[in-house]
Structures are given as structure tokens and as C-alpha cells.
């Protein structure tokens, strides 16, 4: 749910990249952050967990544009891939605006995919929010891999409603922005229609 802050004509709205463990999406926020103007970002934070290197939960305020006169800011998280930080996943997904959600290509990780697609669809509903509603895309990442499914068998297997999905190599930064600027647009297209 967007934040308007009407001091600083800002609307703030929160997108949660979503997956499971090592599927890319520090990488995905990390290259954002990187690659982003400093008078356009906020600082970077991460929480970093003690059984992995996945990060906690980063924190991105990105400005894209305006909305009649109010600057919108996009607030940017990730959440712990592992299940066993279930709660804290809830935690982050609390007033969300938008997800994407970071596949991990290689066939080994297609029954982590398949768990951690559930578990999105699981936490939403406990807060209210259908995933068939809320807007969210889906990112194929990891797609320079030998070993890396077919696109067509990932869409077949995680995206049976057709959300739009984008193929990914997040290091090098392939389809990084692209995945952004498309959850951005649907979050803001829904704003539109709510005001």
C-alpha cells in the first residue's frame, strides 16, 4: 500500500523481489544500486544473515517520476530466500505495492522455485493480497548456465497466469532494469486507477 508523504509530495511505494535462496536477488539490487545516479538513491542496507550470504532485506529509494505533482519514490527489498525465515518474509511483504519474483534457471533449482512461488502466494494471502491481483513480474535469472531450464518450461511451470517475465543474467546486469521498469509501470498503473 503506497505511503503519500504530502510535506514532500513524494508517493513511496514498495516492490519486494521474491525467490528462493541464491536465485539472484541481492545481485538484482546490488546492480540497480550500482548503476543508479547518487542524487537519485537512498543508502543501501543489509542485514546480512548468519547461515548464508543472502542479505536480509536491502532498502533502495529510487525516484522515478511524477504522478500530478508528486514525486514517486520506489522503496526496493529483497527477502531471505531460506524457509526457515519465514516470519521475516512477512515481515517485508507488509504493504507491498509490487513483486517480482527471481526464478532460478538451473533445473536443480526448479522444485526451490516451485516452493518459493507457493510460499509468495501463501504469505499475500495472509495479508490480504492476491498475487493474481497485485501487480508482479517474473524474472528468469541465471539464463547464461548450461544447465538453465528452457524458458518455455519455466513459464510452464511458474507462470501459468502470464505475468510479464524477463530473462536474466543478474551480474552482468542483463534484463535487470528491464524486470524494474516493468513492475514500476504496473505499480504505477495501479496507482492511476486508485487515485
Known amino acids: 500500500m503506497s505511503f503519500i508523504n504530502y510535506s514532500s509530495r513524494e508517493i513511496n511505494c514498495k516492490i519486494v523481489y521474491y525467490g528462493p535462496g541464491l536465485c539472484g536477488k541481492t545481485t538484482n539490487l546490488q546492480y540497480i544500486y550500482n548503476k543508479t545516479a547518487a542524487d537519485t538513491k537512498g543508502k543501501l542496507i543489509s542485514l546480512s544473515t548468519e547461515t548464508d550470504r543472502t542479505l536480509f532485506f536491502d532498502f ?7 504522478i500530478r505533482g508528486f514525486k514517486t519514490r520506489f522503496h526496493l527489498y529483497t527477502v531471505p530466500g531460506q524457509v526457515f525465515y519465514d516470519a521475516s518474509r512477512k515481515l517485508i511483504l ?55 531450464v528452457t524458458t518455455e518450461e ?15 543474467v543478474a ?25
Open 94 to 148: 507488509k504493504g507491498v505495492d509490487g513483486v517480482v519474483f527471481v526464478a532460478d534457471s538451473q533445473i536443480e533449482r526448479m522444485e526451490a522455485n516451485m516452493e518459493s512461488f507457493e510460499n509468495l502466494r501463501i504469505n499475500l494471502a495472509e495479508q490480504g493480497y492476491d498475487l493474481n491481483k497485485i501487480p508482479a513480474v517474473m524474472q528468469y535469472n541465471k539464463r547464461d548456465l548450461p544447465n538453465a
Open 60 to 66: 533502495l529509494p529510487l525516484s522515478l517520476g511524477e
Open 171 to 195: 551480474p552482468t546486469g542483463v534484463g535487470v532494469f528491464d524486470t524494474l521498469k516493468a513492475v514500476a509501470k504496473l505499480v504505477l498503473t495501479e496507482l492511476r486507477k486508485g487515485g
Open 154 to 168: 519455466m513459464h510452464k511451470t511458474l507462470n501459468p497466469r502470464n505475468m510479464p517475465e524477463y530473462q536474466a
